[in-house]
């Protein structure tokens, strides 16, 4: 059995975003590689399956693109010599997450390829919902794929439309016409680097500066790890290309309707990012404050699941004034290659992740603040740890709405009948995880995160899905 | 240039504990392997060098003892293979710490040597202050030694007192008449488990059950990571002997003076775990309501920087009344691997590890709670990314005294040369990191932290060893 | 610097054959992973950069091609883990050589992608003189490269064909039409395994039966290997499919002018081999017989230079009467990742591949066969050895006409001004090398090697290129 | 499983040499880390499973010993870097056999040590029959082993007598008057390197010059290797010591009676080295020279298995006139972790490894020489593989007598009832093996191959052991 078939996945019953991508572009001709590594360090959370790096030297020959992929964490694919080699002013970066099916090394990102106009790298986060009808459309013109990976469809087009534009950034935009589903990307031909962002702007990119570079990231904690300063988030729908000459926008495909994932701000995000002007920590602090109004419940304590429960119990004790405590260590150095325990030691080993200050919550009422619950186990498990040390009562409160659709618009949220909140009423799930109360952040409330904008998307709570879904599930025909 | 030496070290101003041990006897016969494994995860902050495991079979024929060794983190060394390998009902386990002259593979424990009554897997937490004179006496004699760790002349005086001794727990005693230093020891025989602590009580060790099985390990974490419930503190002085009967103890070592490590409930120790029937985290929170006694200031929020400021920072905020906050956000995914940056982007490059919330801390004045400045460049660079990021003042408390000697006690507390405050007074240190004041606990407060007790070593701070320290250098003669 | 960058590649100064390929299906549904590993052993001297398998499990669903694939031998890439996971009952093999230049991750085979009618694995031996034309020509109508492989060319090509034919076989035959150039392709479809040979037949390839499978490869002592018997060659031009209802030849591309590679005899098979119906050990030994004849000279013994001067020595001392002797020690252990000597020990370290036997060759006058002379330089130093060694004559006899124009057919002799023959007349070259005579194999003799057919290709002796060569170097290009 | 238990051993009916050592002392300060490298490439052959440096810089402090170990062949334990870091101008170097019992990291040599002296390194060719006795003598005055090897005890005895020695060398001696058994040995202090072999002379060494280095080797071929001349073997029970004052030899322990292996000459060692003045090639030539004696047979060729049994065929053709021919095709690249056949394919895939050259032997009366039969297995596989390929008879004769008693003298000849010629008649081996007639070479014509010399040790064949075999299995004890 391979290695990573070993992983113990019992532990985590979480939601992944499925990509982040950096790019930057220096004028002074400077090598950039390791500015691109401390990048996508920044992004490790959106994806740890995989990871890449691809540069191109404008002062080189048109071709000179070089590039350095792999599976693994980003400390675990770079080194000092491979760094070294990927000479060059332009970069992009692409991590990616670790779904069990399509994880392989042929789906490795950014994609390098050869066409008709030299060479071209796209790092995609996000994903397309008419990718099957796209692909089936290049294929009977004859095209052949080597991977399972959106980006190929979207190199495809950007390809053919080369054919008839006179610039790579027109032929993204020809190409986005087509294009339904979410998507951030960052594009290198050898001169130019491109961001581009969905009409709907589902997944975040944003624009820095540094001395004399430009910047692309999925989020503003990556300028801040590079040094950038932050100029401003990509629009939806808006093109951004940089040249020599400076950086250009292109704002024709924009339009009134947005579809902001609220989900980056409840959870994947960094706290220390802001996407489109908001805070995620300040988002994730006023989720507290809401459930502290609707959900308020007596207690000694208040304390936050680490670690995106902790900005929303920091939320919920300023509301209520109820004492904010930590009450629970996390063991950092259970990674992904933990050896799983057998079955029979299951129930005591929840511990090795994470362990409870048994001082802290011994005969206290404790309000227990998490983000989100999927299938139910691991905030069962939690509760009973709780308990186990002393806790009188568990209040459960949670930051954000309860999973209700899959998501097809770049996040692993799963099919309805494997979330919990599906098949059981909230009373239900209560009783099932053990806690004394449950409450769940209202949906109507949910704007309040972004400081009243209603442009975001909410369709994994509500079934309001911006686009229509596809049909059959996207990601298996096309699997080997 | 090997990989190791590309590890980033700049950012790391950090002091470390040079191991943790851990044993497992189970009386049932399972295997226990799994058990060791998850033991050294939850102590894995004590030594991210190398680790190993050493198991017996008590149903097998005597010499059946079975180990494996390597460099490198807990789930980099162990394959679901290994482990399956280490087949038997009784374990040593053992977490080491890089330094960077002695790392090497024949250092690794435990150390397992066969004598003149069979097999002994041996592994030791601590550092003796003789070694030298014991080396030298052992080589008189004819002794050779293949590693540059005290745990090889531990091994060498049991072989030589169990000549004349009836058992292996004898031998250990007598063989601890000659030690000088610190030492907790988890030693394993083919047929026995047992844990031995210097008289002074330098490292702690504990005692924990879980059914049919006794636990021998560094802190009460790794007990609850098993599942075992803590039983006692093994005493300093104290021998435990764990066979088929049952647990058997010997005190006639034990002595009026006691010199626990007052730094491990400052900073070593994880806040979960209890030392010596004192709660680590609570230790921490009283270090906190301290400074706030004795270094008021008035200030907006008081901040923790990450991870061992945290409990000291609720403490301060307890006792101040000053709001907590949480500033600074870690990426945990920085591991020792990490490729430093080159000199001219150490700037800025400081957030790679570490990034601030600026919406938390712009225009406020900061209280910002540290467990120690050893050289003091990591508080600088601190200190100066919060006043980047807004902060009207930061007022620098540290939950230590001010280090002033070495440790030859098993910490790498460095000569004095290299500790900031030997040379510096607070007021010149509070200028160098840029804080606007600074604080540190007093000496005189020290036993607060562990209710009034007096039986600590505070060695480190006020130059009061408990035992003569060694003229030089231990390590430099042997190593190679 | 990388690891393979420090291979030493000073002494091999050899020609290299560029690819291998492999194929089996096997009608009664029994997993082939471990019989495609085994014939690429078998096949490992015509490439040792790259390897990799593809398979399909006919009973499974249409798409369930699994493939593996790696850098590095094949004792090297694989694993009994990945062959495990290889579950199939068809598959196509692949070893690559390793050219400095195109050495990456992307360029190993088979090359396994999706198109519209499903899954298509390809194996191919050889090279394309038209690929640039080709790939221009795709280009042009939106085609994007992840490669700078051929058989990428070749892919796209059936793809594009298979739109308006009604099966994969009748693909590969339209795009043969295209091709120009060498190949030998194994291809897989999930259902169908193809064989095909380019019309001039430049590359063997040769078809096997083993119990109810069929199996195709490179060279028949691969069938040997997996316990096939030999069925016969595909002819130049052929196209084979197999499926479940047994094999199927189609031969209308077949054409009376053939160009088997003549150097596949003399130097790149092994002597296990049977070629067209020709053994490769006897074509060698014929050469051996050849030189005898037409460079005759007083001598006590004849050596070959190991391995592949050896038949040749044997024809010569057959022929001749003189004594066949063994002069040299191989070491084999000696692989690719060898680290190099400095400049300093050069001279003298050539003995660490080859050794001599001083007692065989002391005061002899010996005849020393060799398979070719590319730069000259590893010549020069045997003869030298052989001098040092007591050798009171050395005359080289070389079984291959002098190399004087590139080869654009798959193999790697390189552009005419490396050729020590281009530009030194056969006295000088002897002079530069240290020999006491020279003699070469004549251009007319060479079809005696092959029992008298004429059907072959010796362009890289005489310049007469069966197909018109591309007008500048074909890999620089496209190559990243 | 652990991959190396993967490994194919089905097809290796081999003797194994335990190791191979090898030193070199630079006067004018090179540094030599490289030329041990090469040198224990020359060696590979006697050890596969580990190998290991360590040098001394005699211009350094007296400790400053590096060494640099690991499991595995000489080009997959070092990298560029480890060799880099490896300064110095006296080394030791040593290959071990891999078996399966006692293969791990801790058996690598060199051993290196500390004493009471500084520091030492040991490489050890050979078996001592009275380490039990030695090793319970250390332990009953406190010794601890670390290892199971016998190498540790040798350095206990040299450290013990150290104590009462003027020098290093003059220990050595006195540890050799307690030694029992076969040894070859190759010893470091900071300042000088120590030559060594017991009075028995079982194992090889021999002395080199290269410039103004001195080299010690097991075998000569190692000295060509590195570019040294040979200057002579090291005498059974010569001490011989180099010092920067040059070579300095005692003799004082050598004996009359010496029993030199006669294995080494017929199979061990290579065919281009010189054992004791006696060149490994003309006696294998001498063996098959003696084979055509006495068992002559009418054929058409006569054929070496290779690599071993290609000497012997040459010398059976020059005696008998019979025409000596290559039958078998050895693949180089099926290494150690070569993944094993089911079963139900191994009849088929013995040719995996060895492929018949049809053409050659078809029809063809064969003479096949190998050097020896084991267990039979392979043999059989052998004669029915050229049986199958269509010759009409086989003759096996085998260059040595036949195996009927265990070596204790350093290699793996394993114990009777493992050995096919313990437990059956010629005749009924010849059944068992397919032969149409089987000769053996005798055991009173041994003496033939070294050139009438008696000072051989023929136990393997005879049970006549110059040394009282120990009583029981040596190593079980103290494996674990």
């Given at each position: 059995m391979d290695k990573s078939a070993q992983i113990d996945t019992w532990i985590s019953d979480e939601i992944h975003e499925e990509c982040g991508v950096f790019g930057i572009y220096d004028f002074d001709g400077n090598d950039i590689a390791l500015s691109v590594y401390y990048g996508l360090f920044a992004l490790q959370h959106r994806g740890q399956e995989s990871c890449g790096i691809a540069v191109s030297d404008?002062?080189?020959?048109?071709?000179s693109v070089r590039s350095y992929k792999g599976m693994g964490l980003v400390n675990e694919v770079f080194t000092p010599e491979s760094l070294e080699d990927l000479k060059g002013n332009i970069g992009v970066g692409h991590v990616r997450y670790s779904t069990?099916?399509?994880?392989?090394?042929?789906?490795?990102?950014?994609?390098v390829l050869n066409y008709v106009k030299g060479t071209l790298a796209l790092a995609h986060n996000g994903n397309l919902v008419n990718a099957p009808e796209l692909k089936e459309g290049l294929a009977y013109t004859g095209a052949i794929f080597q991977t399972t990976i959106d980006s190929e469809v979207i190199a495809y087009l950007i390809a053919r439309e080369r054919l008839q534009t006179r610039s790579v950034e027109e032929a993204v935009k020809n190409a986005m016409l087509k294009l339904k589903g979410a998507y951030s990307l960052v594009i290198m031909s050898p001169r130019k680097l491109i961001g581009a962002r969905d009409p709907f702007g589902f997944r975040p990119l944003c624009i820095g500066k540094r001395g004399n570079s430009y910047v692309l990231a999925s989020e503003s904690a990556a300028l801040d790890t590079v040094g950038a300063d932050f100029v401003r988030d990509v629009e939806p729908g808006e093109v951004v290309m940089i040249n020599q000459e400076g950086i250009h926008s292109d704002m024709s495909m924009t339009q009134p309707k947005k579809a902001k994932c609220i989900f980056e701000y409840i959870y994947f995000a960094r706290p220390d990012s802001c996407l489109d002007s908001v805070s995620v920590y300040n988002s994730r602090i006023m989720a507290g404050r809401i459930l502290a109004q609707t959900y308020a419940v007596e207690a000694d304590i208040v304390v936050g699941v680490p670690d995106s429960g902790n900005a929303a119990a920091y939320g919920y004790s300023l509301e209520s004034g109820i004492q904010l405590a930590t009450a629970f260590v996390k063991n950092s150095y259970v990674g992904r290659t933990f050896i799983k325990p057998k079955q029979s030691m299951r129930e005591s080993s929840v511990k090795i992740k994470l362990n409870v200050l048994r001082d802290v919550v011994k005969d206290k009422r404790v309000i227990m603040i998490d983000d989100s619950i999927v299938r139910g186990t691991t905030s069962e498990r939690i509760v009973r740890m709780l308990k186990s040390a002393g806790a009188k009562e568990v209040h459960v409160r949670i930051s954000?709405?309860?999973?209700?659709y899959p998501c097809?618009?770049?996040?692993?949220?799963?099919?309805?009948?494997?979330?919990?909140a599906h098949n059981n009423t909230v009373e239900k799930i209560r009783d099932m995880i053990g806690a004394d109360s449950l409450g769940y952040l209202g949906v109507d409330r949910l704007s309040e995160l972004i400081?009243?904008?209603?442009?975001?998307?909410?369709a994994c709570f509500t079934?309001?899905?911006p686009i229509e879904p596809p049909k059959e599930d996207i990601r298996g025909e096309y699997d080997r």
């Amino acid at each position: 059995m391979d290695k990573s078939a070993q992983i113990d996945t019992w532990i985590s019953d979480e939601i992944h975003e499925e990509c982040g991508v950096f790019g930057i572009y220096d004028f002074d001709g400077n090598d950039i590689a390791l500015s691109v590594y401390y990048g996508l360090f920044a992004l490790q959370h959106r994806g740890q399956e995989s990871c890449g790096i691809a540069v191109s030297d404008t002062s080189g020959p048109k071709g000179s693109v070089r590039s350095y992929k792999g599976m693994g964490l980003v400390n675990e694919v770079f080194t000092p010599e491979s760094l070294e080699d990927l000479k060059g002013n332009i970069g992009v970066g692409h991590v990616r997450y670790s779904t069990a099916g399509a994880s392989n090394r042929e789906n490795t990102q950014p994609l390098v390829l050869n066409y008709v106009k030299g060479t071209l790298a796209l790092a995609h986060n996000g994903n397309l919902v008419n990718a099957p009808e796209l692909k089936e459309g290049l294929a009977y013109t004859g095209a052949i794929f080597q991977t399972t990976i959106d980006s190929e469809v979207i190199a495809y087009l950007i390809a053919r439309e080369r054919l008839q534009t006179r610039s790579v950034e027109e032929a993204v935009k020809n190409a986005m016409l087509k294009l339904k589903g979410a998507y951030s990307l960052v594009i290198m031909s050898p001169r130019k680097l491109i961001g581009a962002r969905d009409p709907f702007g589902f997944r975040p990119l944003c624009i820095g500066k540094r001395g004399n570079s430009y910047v692309l990231a999925s989020e503003s904690a990556a300028l801040d790890t590079v040094g950038a300063d932050f100029v401003r988030d990509v629009e939806p729908g808006e093109v951004v290309m940089i040249n020599q000459e400076g950086i250009h926008s292109d704002m024709s495909m924009t339009q009134p309707k947005k579809a902001k994932c609220i989900f980056e701000y409840i959870y994947f995000a960094r706290p220390d990012s802001c996407l489109d002007s908001v805070s995620v920590y300040n988002s994730r602090i006023m989720a507290g404050r809401i459930l502290a109004q609707t959900y308020a419940v007596e207690a000694d304590i208040v304390v936050g699941v680490p670690d995106s429960g902790n900005a929303a119990a920091y939320g919920y004790s300023l509301e209520s004034g109820i004492q904010l405590a930590t009450a629970f260590v996390k063991n950092s150095y259970v990674g992904r290659t933990f050896i799983k325990p057998k079955q029979s030691m299951r129930e005591s080993s929840v511990k090795i992740k994470l362990n409870v200050l048994r001082d802290v919550v011994k005969d206290k009422r404790v309000i227990m603040i998490d983000d989100s619950i999927v299938r139910g186990t691991t905030s069962e498990r939690i509760v009973r740890m709780l308990k186990s040390a002393g806790a009188k009562e568990v209040h459960v409160r949670i930051s954000s709405p309860p999973f209700l659709y899959p998501c097809y618009f770049g996040t692993d949220v799963p099919s309805d009948d494997q979330l919990i909140a599906h098949n059981n009423t909230v009373e239900k799930i209560r009783d099932m995880i053990g806690a004394d109360s449950l409450g769940y952040l209202g949906v109507d409330r949910l704007s309040e995160l972004i400081e009243g904008d209603r442009g975001y998307c909410d369709a994994c709570f509500t079934g309001n899905y911006p686009i229509e879904p596809p049909k059959e599930d996207i990601r298996g025909e096309y699997d080997r």
